[in-house]
């Protein structure tokens, strides 16, 4: 810059206009929560796991107003039946109301083989409630054999599945009742003279539609003329070896599952705020024998107590025990909680603002209340997030291994208990509530692992 | 004496039975409206004399007096009580010092609150008077100290242990965490309100050149005993005890041209644990001048020249 082009005049020293607040930059003050929630907002991962645990909670908690099919309400025709929309049911009368056909005993005639069963027909419609059948009398026949299979039996070999047999040679019918699906059956009749069974029989395919009876109409509030066709009511979920509703079990069992879930975490980590903050805050001594008890009841055997609790209380295999249950969590899981706590305390309590505190003459009460507790609360929070995931897998193992929640009580560790030992016919009774396990432990999980991250005081104040 | 510390021991235990010499047998007194600077290297044990003069750690041994009272080995609650209108520290990490789940206004508040159990708000003019007296504005009450720098953090530190306007201020390294430029200002602000209040302070610093503008007296401390004692300036232009001096001829010249002549006289080694320490000079293993007594027998603090306290066997 040369010299000479600088010139200066006396209005470049009046004084500037006074300063606006136009260009400061305000920000809104925001506390320890606000800036956490803010965070956790920021995390989409977690933000998603909140938004799934609040559904969870309204599904349990709201399900059963809307959907209000009852959870106990066993239907014999609906057993094991896969997810389903509803369906379309005819109305038939009650099984009981046939009495069968009878026909005359006919003599062998000299040097016959016992022959095949002819003219087998289906008396009236083919329904799941049950089929009727019915056939001519074979000469010489003292009963006959009725077998069902679901697929076509080649070469007479393999008939399926023996349902029964007649007693006595007049009786030329019979109703099959046995779980009957919406599907197409293979019934063989086989006659026999009482030692042996003729050499072949008749096969009949008959394919079977949905039905309830008069009488199933009439409790359920259904149309209940013979041949009205009547809506049943939707499975989205498919229906237990029962024909009980899953979904609404599933809402049933997490009220159970989440009962255990909420309230077990709540009341340990409650005696462990209270156990650990005795002992970090008062330490000495009576620190050293109290996580001396604390390291005790950590080694106990979970599963020992369990089953000591059941019998303590009186309860037998097979019976519901929703509070020795909870008993056992809480007893038993207290001391992690109360370590943490410990651990918590002794920390913040070295931190030279509770020795500012001190040296103000903050009274022990003030120092818990106003210092430590607020400090401990997001560590606990965590806590208890990771701790609710637990203590449902931890229901759900007991109640699958038969020692928690028994029938007729469904709870998701119950119902897939249940649900296993038909796992290879119809899985949905076993993946439903399998699902809702892992879907709840996993949005528990990840909430903790976001509310760990936006509750980091560190990663806050020392940026 | 305001207050007099008389051979104050603080020893940690270790596991294994073993224990940690923070501070072994240190004498030190303050008079009323005096600045003591207390200088040493990291782990010389500074905060932990500080902290046991003003009863945060309990004594191992020794006393402490107040106006020739003497202090609790043990404190309780009713203790702090007692002395928190007398004595108060500002703590050496700006960040840890201040809880993060409250308010600047709550932060400064509190001792009043604790003291005269008044609703905060009550308090407020106070508050503001004592955030504008140390350099921060109104605006500020509502914050939260993740809101704020070192420099600004520190200074509501000095508010909080001001406004029940003690008599006995115990500043640990209160500008160490700082940058260069907000150092000065830190000191300058501590310098006025010595000024204005009549405050008694022990100033703890790891280097000597802040701390001998704002000291009357200046105490060095190595592993944990203390080696020399007097005049501030006196103490800094002429140094006694071995490792004074090289304290001093280590630290940088703000003048190029003295510190391209600065004899490049750096103390060697690191300082050595003071765990279960033998008795014999502290500083005998690093010393350039050590001879065999050094290492029996441990040189105990006389005054060599008027005013002038070293513990040395050369002098
Ligand atoms: N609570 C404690 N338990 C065990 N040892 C401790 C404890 N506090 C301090 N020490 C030890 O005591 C010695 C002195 O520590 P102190 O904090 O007093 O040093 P300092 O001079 O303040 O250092 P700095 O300049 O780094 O703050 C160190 O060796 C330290 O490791
Ligand atoms: S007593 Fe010996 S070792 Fe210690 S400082 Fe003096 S000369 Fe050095
Ligand atoms: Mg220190």
């Known amino acids: 810059m040369s010299k000479q082009s600088f010139q200066l005049s006396a209005a470049d020293f009046a004084p500037a206009p006074p300063a606006t607040h136009a260009e400061r930059i305000v920000r809104p003050s925001l506390s320890y929560w606000q800036d956490a929630w803010l965070r956790l907002k920021k995390n989409r991962r977690a933000l998603s796991s909140l938004y799934l645990v609040i559904a969870l909670l309204l599904f349990t908690l709201l399900g059963p107003w809307f959907w209000t099919q009852d959870y106990t309400l066993q239907d014999l025709d609906m057993i094991s039946q896969g997810p389903s929309w509803g369906s379309a049911a005819l109305v038939v009368e009650d099984p009981g109301a046939w009495e069968g056909v009878r026909g005359d005993a006919l003599p062998l005639p000299q040097g016959q083989e016992l022959g095949a069963t002819t003219q087998l027909t289906v008396e009236g419609a083919a329904t799941t409630q049950y089929v009727r059948l019915y056939w001519n009398a074979v000469p010489g026949a003292q009963h006959y054999l009725i077998y069902r299979n679901d697929h076509a039996p080649d070469s007479g070999q393999d008939l399926g599945l023996p349902l029964g047999e007649t007693l006595r040679p007049e009786e030329l019918s019979f109703a099959d009742r046995l779980q009957l699906r919406p599907q197409t059956y293979w019934y063989t009749v086989i006659a026999s003279d009482g030692l042996t069974e003729a050499a072949s029989g008749t096969t009949l395919a008959v394919t079977t539609e949905r039905a309830i009876t008069t009488t199933q109409a009439r409790e359920r509030g259904l149309e209940a003329t013979v041949g009205a066709s009547v809506q049943l009511p939707a499975h989205p979920f498919g229906t237990d070896y029962l024909g009980r509703d899953v979904l609404a079990r599933i809402m049933e069992g997490a009220r159970v599952s989440l009962f255990i879930g909420i309230v077990a975490p709540l009341l340990f980590i409650a005696i462990g705020i209270v156990y650990g903050g005795i002992c970090g805050y008062f330490g000495g001594t009576l620190d050293i024998v109290l996580m001396r008890i604390a390291d005790f009841v950590i080694a106990l055997p979970f599963l020992l107590f369990m089953i000591l609790f059941r019998i303590g209380f009186g309860i037998g295999p097979g019976e519901s025990g929703i509070f020795p249950m909870l008993l056992a969590l809480v007893l038993l899981s207290w ?30 009460l003030y120092l818990i209340f106003r210092h430590l507790v607020p400090n401990v609360m997001g560590p606990i929070l965590v806590t208890l997030t990771f701790a609710i995931p637990m203590a449902i897998f931890t229901e759900a193992f007991l109640s699958f291994i038969g020692m928690g929640v028994s029938p007729p009580t469904p709870s998701w560790g119950a119902m897939s208990n249940e649900g296993i030992r038909t796992m290879l016919s119809s899985p949905h009774e076993l993946l439903f509530p399998a699902f809702f396990i892992s879907l709840t432990v996993l949005a528990f999980n990840l909430l903790g692992d976001g509310l760990r991250d936006a509750l980091d005081s560190r990663l806050r104040s020392r940026e | 004496m305001l207050i007099e510390a008389t051979a104050l021991r603080k020893f940690f235990s270790l596991s294994g039975g073993r224990q940690v010499h ?42 402490v007096r107040y106006r020739g009272e003497l202090l609790p080995a043990r404190y309780g609650a009713a203790d702090f009580r007692k002395q928190a209108s007398e004595i108060q520290m500002i703590f050496q990490d700006p960040y840890g010092s201040l809880n993060p789940r409250m308010t600047i206004f709550e932060i400064i508040a509190e001792g009043l609150a604790i003291r005269e159990g008044r609703s905060l708000a009550a308090l407020r003019d106070k508050v503001v008077y004592w955030l504008e007296r140390v350099g921060l504005h109104a605006d500020h009450l509502s914050r939260y100290p993740h809101e704020f720098s070192g420099g600004q953090r520190q200074r509501v530190g000095i508010a909080r242990a001001l406004i029940v306007e003690p008599k006995l201020l115990i500043c640990d390294e209160p500008i160490s965490a700082l940058d260069v430029s907000v150092q000065a200002q830190v000191v300058q602000l501590l310098g006025e309100l010595q000024a204005s209040m009549g405050l008694s302070m022990l100033f703890i610093a790891h280097d000597l050149s802040m701390v001998r503008y704002v000291s009357n007296r200046m105490a060095v401390m190595y592993l944990g005993s203390l080696i020399e004692l007097g005049p501030a300036e006196d103490l800094y232009f002429r140094p006694l005890h071995p490792y004074t001096q090289l304290l001093i001829a280590s630290n940088p010249e703000p003048d190029p041209e003295h510190e391209r002549q600065r004899q490049d006289q750096l103390i060697s080694g690191e300082i050595p644990s003071p765990v279960d320490l033998k008795a014999h000079c502290r500083f005998a293993g690093r010393c350039p001048k050590a001879e065999a007594r050094c290492f029996e027998e441990r040189p105990a603090l006389r005054e060599v020249l008027p005013g002038r306290l070293v513990a040395c066997h050369l002098l």
């Open chain 1, 335 to 364: 001391p992690s909680s109360a370590r943490l706590v410990r651990g918590q305390i002794l920390q913040i309590r070295g931190e030279a603002y509770v020795q500012a505190a001190r040296m103000l003459g903050a009274r022990s």
């Open chain 2, 22 to 63: 923070a501070v072994d047998e240190v004498s030190l007194g303050i008079a009323e409206h005096e600045v003591v600077g207390l200088v040493g290297e990291s782990g010389s044990g500074k905060t932990t004399f500080g902290k046991t003069l003003i009863g945060l750690h309990d004594k191992s041994g020794g006393e």
